[in-house]
């Protein structure tokens, strides 16, 4: 299926000038030969620093909902920031944050075809700005749009036969720019493509301009533009949100695609050189109406490819190597399995083509730091030509195939609604894409609903309405049912909620309730996660109806019914179970309550407290029930000293933790313990590499009898070099992560309550447990892992099937009496396991 390529390994000489090849980017393989570089993929492990500002900013704000039938064009005049000579951008000859503003404004008065809107905030507090390019509509003829796109979406049988469809309606194309803010030049490339259609007069571009609208994400990362990182101002890599949306900016992308739905987008990023452009290798989300999709993506990746090389940027002359289509050269290792990548959950919400496209030159981390500035704005404007290039090819492809291009969002939406079977691809399912084999058949068996059940069915309420409204914000159609009822022998009280599985988005529903499957026979290796499962890993009950008639009587739900309550009378009993349940306890905590522990591990706030939890309770809905219990110790507002990942520091964040990140260095520099209670280690802290005199400082912590949480290898390294708890880590393998089934200790004070499932990855279990050491959770028996990929290492070892049955979280006292709690696997992971994060809540309050 392709020839290996060249790899670019000498400097080659040209005019006097040395021509450096590019570090990090890579030349891809043939399809049989090694995986392609792609940055950022493993375990997260940088250690988190973001301020408190970031997340609170995050956590507070919704993507604002688009205008959908005003008149174009749209006149922002947007407020240009403070000038920031620092911005990265600057060095590599690109255009820093604070001109942007004051170039939309100058596009816009180009013409009439030019319109901006600001499509949210950046964790940061920017601007995101959304740029749309079209011939001027009326506002009539904009109602219009909407009512096409509307029918689109919720009655593709009959847009099918629509004729005002068929002639007039504009096919939206997305093209999103710098989400990784460390790769710059899809945004200079997409003020310059803004620029020439403004300005154009040629037929093509009138032709183009009346039958598509164009809209552009400037900078989906302004946060990461300025600072010159791959990551936002939270440390989220944003570009593996997409199924939490957990940062603004992947909401506002989100909210982008609902309320335009666009039939084609392209992701710009880079650098793997040549120019890597999408579809991809094996395994293929199962989800999809892949054979419609991979018929636009191919055939619209071959155009992007003979635009990128026809540009005449060789090898020997510019140090820049053939473009690179991964599912037609390359065996595995870039694949679209997960739907955390923007273009892999574009094709949910309607895209029939979606494509990641990796310019050639590397300009970032140790280039942008060690190259001659020249020599990076030469290689930053040919990744702008070839962004260029690709945009361009790809709204080429968009106007000659625009009936087909509709016609095939119509069709994805019509089989969800209808209910009928994926096509499974091959050569003949999909004619014109060569080399389909076996490898490349995803396909799943949607059942006929999903029930969220509520009253005593359901484990969370809390979680239940968190389920709900995070499948409503990904536009599923979600009902309430207003009579009991009975599905597959089950019967469901009324206030329960249905996912009808027969609906335009059925993909995305199951992305988010399926359990998902076990890939690890698929393919050696996977990129990033391969596990996810909401409908198991967010606290709430989920069950899946495979078959059956479905009758109901339920109302359509635009948000859950509120789940907070407060007893009437007596003292009150919090549980602990859920993030939200947290959040409240130390609310309260922070403003004097007297909260105690209860046997169970829930706290107990006393009646005089009432209007407080009254408060709480309608702010996060949760249930402060009626209790005789007085409890026992008193819980106090717990400082958390967290040397963790960017996600574990929002999700610590999220639960109202009062959290300082730390690592080797802050500690090396002086710390204050004083201002501690627990210290919380999963990365960037070594023991071994502390000087003696933060060493010391940390041993007095410890014999105060500090707390201590430790999670994965580099917490497990520093318990055994601290000496504190008796337990032998074994690392299972490296690359391993998924949804696993576990087995909760009954009456631990850390997963007694706690659901059935939780989250891997590179994970852990301990043996050779010393006295007084106590199992609060292990592994399933047999295979434990339910959705993900996880393979023994080559000498054997390290599979599931070692860690079957073994302890996964332990805990105990250390000789300082010291607390500490061991975690094998990932509770907080990226701010997704949100039905497990009270394990580490409950941990913290030991």
Do not use: C
Request: aromatic share 6%; no cysteine; glycine share 10%.
């Amino acid at each position: 299926m392709g020839l290996p390529r060249p790899v670019l390994i000498a400097t080659a000489v040209l005019a006097g000038a040395v021509l450096l090849a590019p570090g990090a980017a890579t030349a891809a393989p043939g399809r049989d030969g090694p995986h392609p570089v792609r940055e950022g993929g493993g375990r997260d492990t940088a250690v988190a620093k973001a301020p408190l500002s970031a997340a609170a900013d995050a956590l507070g704000t919704a993507a604002p909902k688009l205008a959908k039938s005003s008149a174009y064009p749209r006149r922002t005049v947007l407020d240009p920031p403070p000038v920031n000579p620092a911005d990265k951008s600057i060095k590599l000859g690109l255009a820093p944050y604070h001109s942007l503003a004051p170039r939309l404004n100058a596009l816009q008065k180009l013409g009439n075809r030019v319109s901006v809107e600001v499509a949210g905030r950046s964790a940061g507090g920017h601007q995101l700005y959304l740029v749309t390019v079209t011939a001027p509509e009326s506002s009539h003829q904009a109602r219009e749009q909407e009512r096409m796109r509307e029918l689109i979406e919720n009655s593709p049988s009959a847009a099918a036969k629509d004729k005002r469809i068929k002639s007039s309606y504009k096919t939206p194309v997305f093209i999103n720019n710098n989400i990784h803010g460390n790769e710059w030049e899809g945004t200079d490339a997409a003020l310059k493509l803004i620029e020439d259609l403004a300005k154009a007069k040629d037929g093509t571009t009138t032709e183009l301009l009346a039958k598509n609208r164009i809209y552009l994400n400037v900078t989906a990362n302004p946060d990461g533009r300025i600072a010159g990182t791959r990551a936002n101002a939270n440390g989220f890599d944003l570009n593996r949100d997409f199924i939490t949306g957990s940062q603004p900016e992947a909401r506002a992308i989100r909210q982008i695609a609902i309320d335009k739905q666009p039939a084609v987008m392209l992701d710009l990023h880079g650098y793997v050189n040549g120019t890597l452009i999408e579809p991809t290798t094996p395994p293929h989300g199962e989800n999809y109406e892949y054979d419609l999709f991979l018929k636009n993506a191919y055939a619209n990746a071959l155009g992007m490819e003979k635009a990128v090389n026809g540009l005449g940027y060789t090898p020997a002359k510019d140090g820049v190597e053939p473009a690179v289509i991964p599912f037609r050269d390359q065996k595995e290792g870039w694949d679209d399995w997960p739907p955390i990548f923007t273009p892999q959950y574009m094709p949910f919400q309607g895209a029939i083509a979606a494509h990641t496209i990796e310019f050639p030159m590397a300009v970032n981390n140790e280039e942008y730091d060690t190259l001659p500035v020249a020599e990076l704005r030469r290689r930053a404007r040919i990744n702008k030509d070839i962004a260029g290039a690709a945009m361009r090819a790809t709204l080429d492809y968009t106007r000659t195939h625009r009936a087909s291009v509709i016609a095939d969002q119509i069709e994805t939406f019509r089989r969800g609604a209808a209910g009928e079977a994926q096509r499974p691809v091959s050569e003949e399912t999909v004619p014109g894409v060569p080399g389909i084999g076996p490898e490349d058949v995803y396909t799943t068996a949607f059942p006929r609903a999903y029930v969220i059940p509520a009253g005593r069915k359901q484990r969370s309420a809390t979680a239940a309405a968190r389920l709900v409204d995070h499948l409503v914000a990904n536009d599923v159609r979600v009902e309430r049912a207003v009579l009991p009822f009975r599905l597959a022998g089950r019967g469901y009280p009324a206030g329960s909620y249905v996912v009808d599985m027969r609906q335009p988005k059925r993909g995305i529903a199951n992305v988010i309730l399926a359990e998902g499957r076990d890939i690890s026979a698929d393919v050696s290796t996977m990129y990033d996660i391969s596990g996810w499962s909401l409908g198991l890993l967010w606290g709430a009950s989920a069950d899946k109806v495979a078959t059956g008639a479905l009758h109901v009587v339920g109302r359509p739900v635009h948000a859950a019914s509120p789940t907070g309550y407060v007893a009437p009378f007596g003292d009150l009993r919090l549980r602990l179970d859920d993030p939200k349940e947290l959040t409240a306890l130390n609310s309260l905590l922070e403003q004097g309550v007297t909260v105690r522990r209860a046997a169970d591990g829930s706290a107990i706030v006393p009646g005089s407290a009432r209007r407080a939890a009254a408060v709480l309770a309608d702010r996060h809905g949760v249930a402060f029930s009626a209790t005789k219990e007085k409890g026992t110790a008193r819980l106090h507002r717990t400082r958390v000293a967290a040397a963790v990942t960017a996600g574990e520091l929002f999700a610590l964040r999220e639960m109202g933790f009062e959290t300082r990140p730390v690592s080797t260095g802050a500690l090396n520099a002086g710390y204050d313990w004083s201002k501690a209670d627990v210290l919380y280690v999963s990365s960037g802290l070594q023991y071994g590499e502390l000087n003696p005199a933060a060493r010391g400082a940390l041993n007095a912590f410890l014999a105060r009898g500090g707390a201590v949480v430790a999670l994965g290898a580099d917490g497990a390294a520093f318990n055994t070099e601290a000496g504190l708890l008796a337990a032998k880590p074994v690392a299972g393998n490296g690359d391993a992560n998924g949804v696993v089934r576990v087995v909760n200790a009954a009456g631990s004070p850390v997963t007694g309550g706690a659901p059935a499932h939780s989250f891997v990855y590179s994970p852990l279990w301990f043996t050779d447990l010393g006295p007084g050491v106590r199992v609060d959770q292990s592994y399933g028996s047999g295979n434990p892992l339910v959705a993900g990929h996880w393979r023994p290492v080559e000498e054997g070892t390290g599979g599931p099937k070692d860690a079957a049955g073994k302890a996964s979280i332990v805990s105990g006292t250390a000789k300082t009496g010291a607390p500490v709690v061991l975690f094998g696997t990932e509770p907080l992971f990226r701010d997704h396991p949100k039905g497990v994060f009270a394990q580490i809540g409950r941990a913290l309050l030991l």
